[in-house]
């Protein structure tokens, strides 16, 4: 039995880092850190959870499963049900009884994950009737790396038979019992003391409540800031996009017009050397118009002298 505690030590280690970090994991799911789902695929959803908590809680420790670490949550809320037990027991115990330490900060934000009522046992507020149980021979210190009991050491949820008495003895929840009447100043006090534990529990639930509502409204306003700068990214692949299209078009503008101007260029060429054609042509055709013409002058010149003359001899004759 020895060898198997043992060999349960050694398997089951983890350390304060990893501790600390499922106590601030549950603290913003409550749905895991209760077991209760509200969605159809609760099942799934809530192994996901699981498999996603073990590989953040891998780079803090030991590597276990996710059966090993349900185990742990499991024990760990045991055990802070157990210390409060003992935290009230001891306040409202008189004479020489054994001091109590006070709850560490691992244990309050546990109280603040299951509840004050669940923890110290209002039946309106049970967890599906788990009965609170404290260990006699387990030391319980959350502060530091503890090895976890066997799994018979603990009490099971919904559990219907319990251990022997040498191991476990039940707790109830603090009742007031009837006074006598020389004891009637001592009773007031116990009740005065214990109503102050109450809620001195009540207060650090509410803390870490009002803590936990400014983390998720943080984790929300991180949420939309994020969906923001996704959204403004988006836009600013649109503007870059379209300086694209408009820097592409016109550089196809710029080669358009280029081509134009060359066209412009070798028409303004062709009408050049068409303009020189016609000119040309005008003055060559300008010139045979003028040798044309003083040719005719000459012949009408020679055929009205020898007109004339034929006249002065025919006159002359007669």
């Not at 280029?258 to 010139?287: D, G, H, K, V, W």
Request: aromatic content about 6%; hydrophobic content about 35%.
């Amino acid at each position: 039995m020895s060898q198997n505690k043992e060999e349960t030590k050694k398997t089951r280690r983890f350390t304060t880092a990893q501790i600390a970090e499922l106590v601030d994991y549950m603290s913003t799911h409550s749905d895991l850190a209760s077991g209760r789902f509200s969605c159809a695929m609760g099942n799934s959803a809530m192994d996901r959870q699981w498999e996603a908590l073990s590989k953040i809680l891998e780079e803090h420790g030991p590597k276990k499963t996710v059966a090993q670490w349900k185990t742990v949550w499991r024990d760990l809320k045991c055990k802070v049900r157990a210390r409060l037990a003992d935290v009230n027991r001891a306040s409202r115990a008189t004479g020489n009884t054994t001091y109590a330490p006070p709850l560490t900060e691992i244990e309050k934000k546990v109280l603040a994950i299951i509840g004050t009522a669940s923890a110290i046992g209002v039946p309106s507020m049970e967890e599906h009737g788990l009965e609170v149980a404290v260990l006699e021979e387990q030391p319980i210190d959350i502060e530091i790396s503890f090895p976890l009991p066997s799994e018979f050491e603990w009490i099971e949820p919904h559990a219907e038979s319990l251990p022997g008495p040498s191991s476990v003895r039940n707790v109830t929840p603090p009742l007031a019992q009837p006074n006598k009447p020389e004891n009637f100043l001592s009773s007031s006090s116990k009740k005065r003391k214990r109503h102050t534990d109450v809620e001195e529990l009540d207060s650090a639930v509410k803390l870490f409540q009002g803590i936990q509502e400014r983390q998720n409204s943080t984790n929300k306003e991180l949420a939309t800031a994020i969906s923001k700068l996704a959204s403004a990214q988006e836009g600013l692949q649109s503007v870059a996009s379209t300086i694209d299209k408009a820097v592409a078009a016109q550089l196809e503008s710029n080669n358009l017009q280029a081509e134009a101007n060359r066209l412009q260029s070798e028409a303004n060429r062709l009408q050049t050397e068409a303009n020189r054609n016609i000119t040309a042509l005008l003055t060559e055709f300008l010139l045979d118009r003028q040798r044309n013409k003083g040719i005719l002058s000459h012949s009408s010149l020679v055929a009205t002298f020898s007109k004339k003359s034929y006249s002065s001899e025919y006159l002359q004759t007669n």
